[in-house]
């Protein structure tokens, strides 16, 4: 059995330990919010938090998840909606919004060490990809949550 | 969809023209009446709806307004601008407005209430604003009508505003809620006319997008999302070699893995079915699959560029022949001539593909993102044995199109392996499937010619393209005359004054099948007008934006686009060294879009696209915020493919697999975008999901060409050597 503690939540799961992350949260416990994008840990689309930091799930075991604290999209703004996404809302950042959720994930990891982030952090940080091309308004919407964090 | 508007469309009652299918609410979270949850494919239900006034406008009791939406959103925000067309009429708050699709299955099955639902060639507003305009005025009119007859008044004495009808001798009032169900049943003798644009109060505003904000919380469903109870998942192998056959697998080796459940030959390869899709992805990793790789095996990209340079030195057929070409190229002062080349390229949506299908003898149902959900209701119900009035298309957000979801791939494969395995199957492309087995931008290789006169201005061109046919490709029918109009757009109406025309194309096909990719014809043809138009300024010792004023003296609309253009992009100014501005302009989709790219070329020749200004005009604007986002998106995705972008064969099949080899642009390149007006108005509604992307590419290697002084006539610009 593997021991998962997903948004505040304790899951006992009969899985195989080398099942990545990603497919546990959205087969096995329905978090959907976390996309599959390419599965080799290149577009960031499967990104959540383990213990706080943005990680891309689709290569990162169940084994690995263990003992640890996983946050997804559907946890980070669950209690009211996290700066970033205010942030997100306020500058349409969103496009077809399939990688948003990994975004809005990683740019919440970046403000939790970074809290006042550069043009130049944010391009070394938000490595993601976004097909829509949602790239100028993203960047701004990460200097606006900086902001509306510190209200 | 450009066929005339019925006008006694909505002339009926809503509840004669019911009976139809309540597809579930995916829309507004800003509706004052609160979140609708996310799923676009709550259960279907049959029968009249209540407070339904026509096939596109709901009104519920409690006075929020739902508005169909029959195009699919892939993120430029349709939801938002179609809805605004329909509020713009129907007098509402635009607050209490919330959005759900159109049914397919209605469209298909009850007199296509919606016209045509598919989604693509930048159509949806311009090819339905009519329509909502219309279903949104007549809806008004019989919520107006049905509160004059409850009061026992003339309705001429009623006005809607707000959501509400009053009596203007009386003031009575009554909100559309109350209004509904009697609104139903009053018969128009005559549809009301709708606005003109300069009547327009929503239409123009920058209203915030209504999908907002289910995307920034996990809550938006894609197709990829969806989850029925029992269903199983299929993980697919397409036959690497496009058009070979699959030989043989086998089953043995991967029977005792846990979870499986099955291995289906489908369409083009074949699928390994599990409880799981991990477990599906890695037990068909360990299935022995032979293969018949079949004529295109062979073959390389070095071999087709030979072959398209070659082609256009073959026999031609002849798209445009105006003046006297030949004559005027004999008599030139100078000739200028230059070959381009592009490369095929993926779509690379960031949803893979998949498709959800539930097969039974007498129902199916199939949960997907497309953009032609009657064409995947068809697909489905042919595909599997079920009348189409029995097939059931749910559609979902669309985790990006591009032209990519305009034929459904995965959803034949969906419904054989439901079929099979008699449960609904969700079937997931991984990434590889999607790049190695996309329906490609065509390559092409292009020759312009110019014959200059004395003062350096043209006097004739001479353009020849050599590029594969999309419609013969998809099986779509024959190139009439071996011509189609996409190999050569952008060619054959080239806005540039000269006396004499002349465009040849020569469709040549591979085994490599290629389709409609955002911008479709113009996504190479504006890169080589769009250099050689700088070519020839430069040739003609011209600033490149003078030139192109020149050439477009004639033309009011262009010359719009690039005064403002060279105003808002600082054009003639003065940048640091090893940096430069290109400019281009292309008319595509019924809008002339103008860029100014600002481009730094390191040492190395590292390109950093900076600063890019765009000028549009698509005639009127619904929405000025989904627009800006439009061109936005359309240079990244245009700047992405000019900078990295490039599908080569080997042994017959694609050589890149995953966004490693099949690079896209980042956060760190993306350029400070900035979008401005030049609107003709009038009587253009030009489209705006595509014509970003065609300035792009020659935007920037004219940019590069005014840093470096060097020409790159071939795409991707990675490949060319600017280091000193």
């Not at chain 1, 399939?98 to 952090?121: E, F, R, T, V």
């Not at chain 2, 699919?72 to 179609?82: D, H, I, R, Y």
């Not at chain 2, 090819?127 to 008044?153: D, F, H, K, N, P």
């Not at chain 2, 020759?447 to 353009?463: I, Q, S, V």
Request: glycine letters at 10%.
């Amino acid at each position: 059995m593997v021991h998962l503690d997903v948004n505040g939540q304790s899951h006992e799961l009969d899985i195989e330990p080398e099942t990545p992350l990603l497919w546990v949260l959205r087969d096995e416990l329905g978090l959907t919010g976390t996309k599959f994008g390419c599965g080799v840990a290149q577009c960031g689309a499967c990104t959540v938090h383990v213990d706080g930091v943005a990680t891309r799930s689709c290569q990162f075991t169940v084994a690995e998840a263990q003992g640890k604290t996983i946050l997804t999209i559907e946890g980070l703004g669950a209690k009211q909606l996290h700066a970033v996404q205010r942030a997100w809302i306020e500058a349409d950042a969103p496009q077809c919004g399939y990688c948003q959720s990994g975004q809005i994930m990683a740019a919440a990891s970046l403000l939790a060490k970074n809290p006042s982030p550069s043009d130049a952090d944010i391009d070394n940080e938000m490595t993601n990809i976004c097909r829509c091309g949602t790239y100028p308004r993203m960047r701004a919407a990460v200097h606006r949550a900086a902001e509306l964090a510190k209200l | 969809m450009n066929a005339p508007l019925t006008r006694r469309l909505f002339v009926t009652s809503g509840l004669t023209l019911a009976g139809g299918i309540a597809v579930g609410v995916f829309g507004s979270a800003r509706a004052a009446n609160g979140p609708q949850a996310g799923e676009p494919w709550s259960a279907e239900t049959s029968g009249p709806v209540a407070g339904e006034i026509n096939a596109f406008v709901v009104v519920e009791p409690d006075n929020a307004i739902l508005v169909r939406i029959a195009k699919s959103e892939m993120g430029q925000g349709v939801t938002t601008s179609l809805a605004m067309i329909v509020a713009e009429e129907l007098e509402c708050d635009f607050a209490k407005v919330k959005v759900e699709y159109a049914s397919a299955h209605r469209n298909v099955n009850e007199g296509a209430p919606y016209r045509e639902m598919g989604t693509g060639g930048s159509s949806s507003v311009r090819g339905s604003r009519v329509l909502l305009q219309q279903a949104g005025a007549s809806a008004r009119a019989r919520l107006i009508g049905a509160a004059a007859q409850r009061w026992g008044v003339d309705a001429a004495n009623c006005v809607a505003s707000a959501g509400e009808v009053r009596h203007e001798p009386s003031g009575r009032t009554a909100r559309y809620g109350e209004l509904a169900a009697d609104a139903a049943r009053i018969s128009l003798r005559s549809e009301p006319d709708i606005k003109t644009p300069d009547r327009f109060e929503l239409i123009g505003t920058r209203a915030a997008r209504l999908d907002t904000p289910l995307k920034v919380n996990g809550e938006a469903k894609f197709g990829i999302d969806a989850r029925l109870p029992n269903m199983v998942y299929a993980a697919v192998a397409n036959c690497p070699v496009f058009g070979g056959r699959l030989r043989s697998y086998d089953e043995s080796a991967i029977k005792s893995r846990r979870g499986f459940i099955a291995v289906v030959p489908v369409e083009n390869g074949v699928a390994v079915v599990a409880d799981r899709f991990w477990r599906a992805k890695e037990a068909l990793a360990a299935l022995p699959i032979q293969w018949d790789s079949g004529a295109g095996a062979g073959t390389n990209s070095e071999q087709f560029r030979a072959d398209y340079r070659a082609a256009l030195e073959g026999s031609l057929a002849n798209a445009v022949d105006k003046g006297d070409a030949k004559g005027k190229f004999a008599e030139a002062a100078k000739v200028v001539e230059a070959l381009y080349e592009a490369p095929h390229l993926a779509h690379a949506p960031m949803e893979p593909l998949n498709a959800t299908a539930h097969w039974r003898p007498d129902r199916i149902d199939v949960w997907m993102g497309t953009q032609f959900p009657e064409d995947a209701l068809k697909m489905a119900a042919k595909v599997g044995g079920v009348d189409p009035s029995k097939v059931y298309l749910h559609n979902c957000f669309l985790g990006g199109g591009f032209g990519r979801r305009a034929v459904n791939d995965e959803l034949h494969q969906a419904v054989q392996v439901s079929k099979a395995v008699g449960k609904p199957v969700k079937l997931i492309w991984t990434r590889e499937e999607d790049i190695q087995h996309d329906r490609y931008r065509p390559q092409a290789a292009m020759r312009l010619k110019a014959a200059l006169g004395d003062d350096g201005m043209p006097k004739a061109f001479e353009f020849r393209t050599a590029v594969g046919s999309i419609m013969r490709s998809l099986g779509w029918g024959t190139a009439a005359n071996g011509l189609e109009p996409m190999a050569v757009e952008g060619l054959a109406n080239t806005p540039y004054r000269a006396d004499a025309l002349r465009v040849d194309a020569a469709l040549k096909n591979t085994h490599v099948p290629v389709m409609f990719w955002r911008s479709v014809g113009s996504s190479q043809n504006a890169f080589a007008i769009e250099s050689f138009i700088d070519e020839v300024a430069y040739a003609a010792g011209k600033d490149p934006l003078d030139y192109r004023r020149a050439l477009l003296a004639d033309r009011p609309d262009f010359l719009g686009v690039l005064d403002k253009l060279a105003a808002e992009g600082d054009w003639g100014k003065p940048m640091r060294a090893g940096s430069a501005r290109g400019v281009a302009i292309h008319e595509s989709f019924g809008t002339i879009v103008g860029e100014i790219a600002e481009v730094a070329v390191g040492k190395k020749g590292e390109i950093k696209v900076e600063r890019v200004v765009a000028c549009v005009d698509c005639g009127h604007v619904v929405n000025p915020l989904t627009v800006e986002m439009q061109i936005e998106s359309g240079v990244m995705y245009g700047l992405t493919a000019a900078l990295f972008g490039e599908i080569t064969i080997r042994d017959g099949r694609v050589e890149q697999s995953n966004f490693h080899d099949y690079q896209i642009a980042r956060m760190a390149d993306a350029p400070v975008i900035e979008t401005h007006f030049a609107l003709s108005g009038g009587g253009k509604w030009g489209g705006i999901g595509e014509p970003g992307t065609p300035p792009i590419a020659p935007a920037i290697a004219n940019a590069i060409f005014a840093a470096t002084g060097k020409r790159i006539r071939s795409l991707p610009l990675k490949n060319a050597s600017l280091g000193a």
